[in-house]
């Protein structure tokens, strides 16, 4: 076989993988996704390895490099629900120093910030952030989205997070050693507020079988420094990271990684409403609960007062 013919057979491997990718990264409901994403897609189409029981840690390497998936992209065409790239900053952004000390612009509505925030969301990738503003995970969570490049925030939204108890601002990370030191760079720029790492961490790329590149090997500090990991990863979990490993947040699969920020950042659901509780909590809802007689009460229903409400007495 020549070379030629072996890299036709190759290309049209990566064509059919490519479009059963697309047909999953947007199932179910037309999910938009990022590029990467399709990318980590076409790769599980290649090599399944999340079929394997979790109980088995994984992390195996990418089976095809990202430039060819860029090439079948190029012959693939227009992909509907496929986001395009972030458009490059105009210029570099400023320093931390300069962007606390300029003066926050007026708000269209000036009332704006004057209420509590009970949750924030950061992602250290933007194109992530993006993928999950396109989503409109911000509306069901009720629920600011934010990409890392845009700390420090807004003062405004600080005081915002502080006027509300048990407010948490949620990071949303790689599983690599920038990643996971993320969390501690928000904690320092929103002081006294509760900040939650969200993920990923290792075992979690090794639960869910991630696909996982390698990059150089990494000197872990062992003191305080920007760099510095939580004592709660085990020796496993920084042998990993000190082996150069890594997992991208976008090489979950879209839909998962949809409903796990949800579920997240939502916290735990109320109880269900049914027509039981409903019939019950109508006695006590009140005084626009409708008026009913006593027993022995002759007036009829237009000539009862309102019901007062009884909190009242």
Avoid: K
Wanted: proline share 12%.
């Amino acid at each position: 076989m020549t070379p030629r013919v072996a890299a036709g057979i190759g290309d049209r491997l990566l064509d059919r993988a490519l479009a059963t990718a697309v047909a999953r990264a947007g199932a179910p409901g037309r999910i938009r996704f990022t590029e990467r994403q399709l990318y980590y897609e076409m790769c599980r189409v290649l090599r399944p390895s999340h079929a394997v029981p979790r109980r088995l840690p994984l992390t195996p390497a990418p089976p095809v490099r990202y430039e060819r998936f860029e090439e079948a992209l190029r012959r693939h065409g227009a992909v509907p629900g496929l986001l395009a790239p972030a458009p490059a900053p105009a210029s570099a952004p400023a320093p931390a120093s300069d962007h606390a000390s300029r003066e926050p612009t007026a708000p269209s509505a000036p009332d704006l910030y004057d209420y509590g925030l009970p949750r924030l969301l950061i992602c250290q990738s933007r194109q992530v952030a993006r993928m999950l503003l396109a989503n409109d995970v911000h509306l069901e969570a009720a629920c600011p989205v934010f990409a890392a490049d845009d700390l420090p925030l807004d003062p405004r939204l600080v005081t915002g997070l502080g006027r509300v108890d048990g407010a948490t601002v949620h990071v949303l990370h790689d599983a690599s050693v920038d990643g996971i030191a993320l969390t501690g760079r928000v904690r320092d720029a929103v002081p006294g507020v509760r900040v939650s790492s969200m993920g990923l961490v290792p075992r979690h790329a090794t639960a869910l079988h991630l696909i996982s590149p390698r990059g150089p090997a990494q000197v872990l500090a062992q003191g305080p420094g920007p760099l510095t990991l939580p004592a709660a990863l085990g020796p496993r979990e920084r042998d990993w990271l000190a082996d150069g490993r890594f997992a991208e947040v976008e090489s979950v699969s879209p839909a998962r990684l949809l409903r796990t920020v949800l579920r997240l950042v939502r916290g735990p659901r109320t109880p269900g409403h049914s027509v039981w509780t409903g019939l019950r909590e109508l006695r006590t809802a009140g005084f626009m609960t409708w008026p009913t007689n006593r027993p022995g009460d002759t007036r009829t229903q237009g000539d009862q007062p309102a019901t007062r409400n009884p909190v009242q007495g």
